[in-house]
């Protein structure tokens, strides 16, 4: 388990919000000083399948999921301070239930 991140210090913040699958996920884009990019968000209660361009690792802030990985056969299950990868040009299936899942993801 890694420390829950708390504050992202010294990024520029999208303040318009990226929404997907009908209000289900809501998040913002942070780019940091080097360049990076990751996004700040939350799942509500459901099942969706995402598709990815770059790799990325997701970090659980608050709440939990189960998380369906390219190849895996069985789900596996994330909460705060923990954390998974997704390669790119990948998908994969992320299941919520009860609190909303709150997330960073960090790509590339």
């Known amino acids: 388990m890694h420390a829950i991140t708390d504050t992202v210090r010294g ?5 318009r919000a990226n929404v997907y ?8 884009t ?3 000083a080097d360049g990076k990019r990751l996004s700040v968000g939350v799942i509500l209660p459901s099942t969706l399948t995402f598709n990815t ?5 997701m970090e659980g802030v608050a709440g939990t999921c189960e998380v369906l990985l390219p190849g895996a056969t069985a789900w596996q299950r994330f909460g705060p ?3 998974f990868a997704v390669p790119g040009n990948a998908s994969f ?3 919520v239930s009860g609190e909303p899942y709150h997330y960073i ?4």
């Open 53 to 57: 361009g770059a790799p990325e690792v």
């Open 30 to 32: 942070l780019t940091l």
């Open 11 to 15: 990024a520029d913040v999208t303040t």
């Open 81 to 83: 301070g923990e954390r």
């Open 105 to 108: 993801c960090h790509f590339g």
């Open 21 to 28: 699958f009908n209000g289900q996920c809501v998040s913002h």
């Open 93 to 95: 299936q992320i299941r």
